[in-house]
């Protein structure tokens, strides 16, 4: 995996999100993370990303609200999503993938599940 | 004069002695404050130097026990309180390495000891954890504990035995809630949908027997949960003969929730229900389970007296039957007076204003 691939997640819970950036950073990946949805588009639009993670329940600005913003914006509509989201809040999923995500990783997930994941898509790109 | 004296003697002690109760009040509150923030801070410096080691260790062939014992008594709980995140959210390999910090270190020890006290509060926050990390050595100590006189410590113990999938306990839980008015259907719920669906064969063994309406909703309710497709038949039996309004509606939703096609012959009777609170549950449930053979029984419930099965009865025959729209359409914008055309043009309107 090249080293340049970078990341924006937005991830509200502190210790998850400091985990996910150890691990991604580990595998080479270059991360930005935002503690809720608030600036991520601006961020996708100024960084240009390779992939975005995006947690769904999250405070002030929810991941389905940026994910909308992002697939409206032609110019970055094209950059794979993949959604974080709780075991219990699986009918956003479906309401997610209509609205153009990549894919989705259900709440508790195996770290070791999600590099994979990214890594597959990133791939197949 | 002697006695106006005396009076603002009093008064002046009484306000005196309100100034000194403040005092101590401002006191006492800013001192907890101090010590609060003390304590945030020593547990952020603890962060801050234990997670670089948490995360290595979750990479390497690290032991627990060489881990956990640089650690002093006294900030066990720092730790744990910052495990508790990913406890919750982590599954795999990292899981089975962070629980292993509690079950297989001193950290175990200490809660079990905990577990084992006489206070409430210690016996909740132990079994809080102990639950999260799936300490299998906790059980027998917190099946004891469901029998506790305190609601609190039979929640908590309740809680930690569903994270660590104790099917044993499922019929205690239930017989013990019994004896606290306040532990209500949704707490026991809470609880209960913890567990893997392991917990729905022997649920619909007992849901056989079961006479208790309360047991028997929260049994269905939690087969909804783990869409048990199994008690489909069981289920389509309680709802035939029971006369428990949450019983009824329970089943309506998990017949929904399985897509049981069979159950609606059963709707069909329900349709006419005394309570409205299931006509409008079986309306939403004909938009799934129904078919065109329920059209002319679903256009009599837009003349229900009760607003919410009327609007339900609109929105299923929009759902269910091919073509209702403009049918509806017609009957709305014909007949101006009427209150069951006036609630089909609100439901035409909020569709145009969705799409």
Known sequence: MSNSKTIIFAEDTVHIAQLLKFKLEKEGFNLIHFPSGVGVTEGVLKYKPDLVLLDIMMPVKDGLTVLKELKSNPSIAHIPVVLLTANSHEEYVIKGLQLGATDYILKPFASAELVLRIKNILKMR | ?355
């Open chain 2, 1 to 355: 004069m002697f006695i106006h004296l005396d009076i603002f003697t009093f008064l002046a002690l009484t306000i005196f002695a309100l100034l000194i109760i403040t005092y101590i009040l401002v006191i006492q509150v800013v001192l907890l404050r101090l010590l609060h923030g003390y304590q945030a801070k020593q547990e952020q410096k603890f962060i801050a130097v234990w997670e670089g080691k948490i995360f290595n260790y979750l990479e390497s062939d690290e032991k627990p026990v060489t881990l956990v014992k640089k650690i002093r008594r006294g900030k066990y709980f720092y730790l744990l309180r910052y495990l508790r995140e990913f406890l919750l959210m982590l599954k795999g390999d990292d899981f089975k390495k962070l629980s292993a910090l509690i079950n297989e270190t001193k950290l175990q020890r200490f809660l079990l000891s905990q577990l084992k006290s006489g206070s409430p509060k210690k016996i909740n926050e132990a079994a809080y954890f102990l639950g999260l990390a799936k300490s299998v050595a906790s059980r027998s100590v917190l099946q004891k504990k469901l029998r506790s006189q305190n609601a609190s410590v039979f929640l908590s113990s309740a809680l930690a035995l569903a994270r660590l999938n104790d099917i044993d306990s499922v019929f205690d839980i239930f017989r013990n809630a019994r004896r606290f008015k306040f532990v209500s259907k949704d707490s026991l719920l809470a609880i209960l949908s913890e567990y893997s669906n392991e917990i729905c064969k022997p649920l619909l063994l007992n849901l056989k027997k079961e006479k208790n309406t309360l047991i028997q909703s929260i049994t269905i309710t939690l087969f909804r949960h783990f869409k048990f497709y199994q008690a489909g038949e069981t289920v389509l039996k309680i709802i035939v003969y029971s006369q428990n309004k949450d019983v009824i509606i329970e089943s309506i939703k998990f017949f929904c929730t399985i897509e049981f096609v069979k159950s609606a012959t059963a709707l069909r009777t329900l349709i006419n229900h005394p309570k409205a609170e299931v006509r409008a549950e079986v309306l939403k449930a004909l938009a799934v389970l129904g078919d065109e053979t329920f059209e002319q029984r679903i256009w009599d419930r837009m003349y229900d007296p009760e607003y919410e099965v009327q609007y339900n009865a609109v929105t299923t025959l929009i759902k269910l039957i091919p073509g209702s729209e403009e049918k509806i359409s017609n009957f709305a914008y014909g007949n101006l007076k009427d209150r069951a055309a006036a609630i089909a043009r609100m439901v035409l309107s909020e569709r145009n204003i969705k799409n």
